[in-house]
């Protein structure tokens, strides 16, 4: 027997722009009454910018799971992922 999961079953990420904003305020609107929580993208790019010196990159890649959605969330403005 499985148990019921409590809480949203969807998460639709919005972009951070104003684009972004928009579709927030229209999904907060539209999805008021359902298993989607709507949030906004907190990631902020990559933190090291410019010609600053530091130590060689130890980073194996991107970190990141599902790059197709980042993808989808570049090109469309927002994606919806089914939480498991």
Do not use: C, K, W
């Amino acid at each position: 027997m499985r148990a019921e999961r409590s809480g949203p079953r969807y998460l639709l990420v919005v972009e951070r722009s104003d684009r972004g904003r928009d579709f927030y305020n229209y999904f907060m609107r539209e999805f008021s009454e359902s298993e989607v929580e709507i949030i906004v993208d907190r990631r902020q790019g990559d933190r090291r910018q410019g010609d600053q010196s530091h130590a060689p990159e130890r980073r194996q890649g991107d970190r990141r799971r599902q790059p197709a959605l980042d993808a989808e969330l570049r090109t469309y403005g927002f994606v919806l992922v089914r939480q498991q």
